[in-house]
């Protein structure tokens, strides 16, 4: 596999934690990192997940967003209660207005300076492919609580090459509890999408299995426009309970199609 190496003076003032990254090394007088993989596979073994010190840290700051943003909460605890405010969002507005709450979300949970800083000085390092390997990791790292057990895998990229800026969800836990194409469509995959190309330069599509619930992250990757885009065409979940109801309520309707999405 070949290696990626980065060379830019602003690495020089950042140390970066191994065993993400090796130390500097120097090559015809500058300065470059060399960015390094957990394993010459082209993914990483996905193992059992144990709660973490801080799972419920951030589960309770994610939530706090969402009930500022929507003005309500829910009685249940934890992580359904969670789910419930992530449907509130999708209650008595249009998907595209979703979609703008949910990105108002996500830039909450970050200082504006550290958004902007990073899209100015670290999103154009090396054409991107430094911030998509650096984004992809802190994701597979921080985000479990919320997505369940993933890791960091390699993704094709436009050019012909490949890079190790993807992150594989197994069962992503909030398609599975929120039981709604809608719901992860507007409150998270193109609000996520967004908010990373706009807000930390960092192209991305999210490409969401709605038959396992898996989830393939490609950091680096434009997304497609919305019109061909094919999670937009999904049809509900066999397991929302929407679409149930609308079938033994109307058996002539298109049943089929999430009126969420």
């Known amino acids: 596999r070949k290696e990626d190496r980065i060379g ?7 140390p970066l934690p191994s065993p993400l990254f090796a130390w500097p090394k120097v090559y015809h007088g500058k300065t470059a990192i060399r960015v390094s993989c957990f394993s010459n596979s082209t993914s990483e073994p996905i193992e059992a997940r144990k709660p973490k010190v801080f799972d419920n840290l951030f589960l309770s700051l994610f939530r706090n967003k969402m009930v500022q943003e929507t003005g309500w909460d829910s009685e249940k605890p934890g ?11 999708t209650v008595g507005q249009d998907n595209s207005k979703t979609r703008d709450a949910a990105v108002r979300i996500l830039k909450s949970l970050f200082p504006p300076l550290l958004l902007e800083l990073y899209r100015m000085l ?3 390092i090396h054409s991107g492919k430094f911030a998509a390997l650096m984004v992809a990791r802190v994701t597979a790292l921080s985000c479990q609580w919320l997505m369940g057990p993933c890791a960091v895998n390699s993704v094709d990229l436009p ?3 490949s890079l190790m800026s993807g992150v594989f969800v197994e069962k992503c836990k909030y398609l599975e509890e929120s039981k709604c ?21 960092v192209p991305l599509l999210m490409e969401p299995n709605f038959t396992d619930y898996s989830c393939q992250f490609k950091f ?5 426009q919305l019109e061909v885009d094919d999670a937009l065409k999904e049809p509900c979940l066999e ?3 929407s679409s149930v109801r609308r079938k033994e309520m109307n058996h002539n309707m298109d049943a089929h199609k999430c009126p969420k999405a």
């Open 181 to 201: 194409v809608g719901v992860c469509i507007n409150t998270c995959k193109l609000p996520t999408q967004t908010f990373f190309k706009d807000h930390m330069g």
């Open 79 to 89: 992580y359904q209660g969670l789910i419930e405010v992530a449907h509130r969002l």
């Open 8 to 14: 830019s003076p602003v690495m020089a003032m950042v």
């Open 159 to 161: 050019n012909g090459s």
């Open 122 to 124: 670290v999103a154009p």
């Open 239 to 241: 397991i929302c309970p």
């Open 220 to 224: 680096g990757i434009l997304p497609p």
